[in-house]
């Protein structure tokens, strides 16, 4: 289960990566959502104090 919230961090950060050096303004907003959600992944992992 651990492994899986990293994955969906890594991938919602390359998503907002991708979107926001292609796409721009264009999707502007949905980008800075995932990159919220990205850094949310990462505090509830901190938070959960849980070791692979």
């Given at each position: 289960?651990?492994?899986?919230?990293?994955?969906?961090?890594v991938i919602l950060l390359i998503g907002w990566a991708l979107g926001y050096f292609?796409?721009?303004?264009?999707?502007?907003?949905l980008i800075h959502i995932l990159l919220v959600l990205a850094i949310i992944g990462i505090?509830?992992?901190?938070?959960?104090g849980r070791r692979p």
């Amino acid at each position: 289960m651990s492994d899986l919230i990293w994955l969906i961090v890594v991938i919602l950060l390359i998503g907002w990566a991708l979107g926001y050096f292609a796409f721009g303004e264009a999707v502007g907003s949905l980008i800075h959502i995932l990159l919220v959600l990205a850094i949310i992944g990462i505090l509830w992992r901190l938070a959960t104090g849980r070791r692979p």
